[in-house]
């Protein structure tokens, strides 16, 4: 499983950004998808993870903020931001679970800058 990321930018306090997660290889083998962050310092975190059948998880910092999505079709995972804060600003990274959790995968992380 590949997974490339995309949608990380520049963006000032309190605005929007959409990330977007595509998945391709054996794609039938994962049954969880999700974004993790990190920050400069700081330990990677999770975001907030979905699965196949929709069941979804936000990070407490997040859930009033962030909306995780997926595109079963597409294979693609979506995270929506809004109300960006500087303390959002990291490499946030895709993630996949495959095979019953057997196997983990990792995106090549996107850059979100929020400037307050």
């Known amino acids: 499983v590949q997974l490339q990321a995309s949608g990380g930018g520049l963006v000032q306090a309190g605005g929007s950004l959409r990330l977007s997660c595509a998945a391709s290889?054996?794609?039938?083998?994962?049954?969880?998808m999700g974004w993790y962050r990190q920050a400069p310092g700081k330990q990677r975190e999770l975001v907030a993870v979905?699965?196949?059948?929709?069941?979804?998880n936000h990070a407490p910092s997040v859930k009033a903020r962030f909306t995780i999505a997926m595109d079963n079709a597409k294979n693609t995972v979506y995270l929506q931001m809004n109300s960006l804060k500087s303390e959002d600003t990291a490499v946030y990274y895709c993630?996949?679970?495959?095979?019953?959790?057997?196997?983990?995968?990792w995106g090549q992380g996107t850059l979100v800058t929020v400037s307050s």
């Open positions: 993630n996949a679970i495959a095979s019953y959790g057997a196997k983990n995968y």
């Open positions: 290889g054996s794609t039938s083998s994962i049954t969880v």
């Open positions: 979905i699965t196949r059948g929709s069941s979804v």
